[in-house]
């Protein structure tokens, strides 16, 4: 079993920044990797970006040069560092792994963008 536990959502102006922590309940180096989804209202869950055990990295094209992803082991955490957001950015942001062929999610946390 795999715990994953997100916060630091919450309310932002657009142009804003914002950093999601989400703690494993195990190392996350153990963990080959663990990603970001977000699912806004009415929409399909969409992936965001990976952060890999190795450290790479990868971005979804919708994100990418804004938000940026890394781990910090001593903490089993991975951050997103969100940097000028946008009102399309609003969603239910979610970490994911998957460990021994289990699927783990978070449960999640809203971030809104709105003036």
């Known amino acids: 079993q795999v715990q994953l536990v997100e916060s630091g959502g919450g309310l932002v102006q657009p142009g804003g920044s914002l950093r999601l922590s989400c703690v494993a309940s195990?190392?996350?180096?153990?963990?080959?990797?663990i990603r970001w989804y977000r699912q806004a209202p009415g929409k399909a869950r969409e992936w965001v970006t990976t952060f890999e055990s190795g450290g790479s990295t990868n971005y979804a094209d919708s994100v990418k040069g804004r938000f940026t992803v890394s781990g910090d082991n001593a903490k089993n955490t991975v951050y997103l560092q969100m940097n000028s957001l946008k009102p399309e950015d609003t969603a239910v942001y979610y970490c994911h792994c998957t460990v021994w062929g289990r699927q783990f999610w978070g449960q999640g946390t809203q971030v809104t963008v709105s003036s």
């Open positions: 195990r190392s996350i180096i153990s963990i080959n990797a």
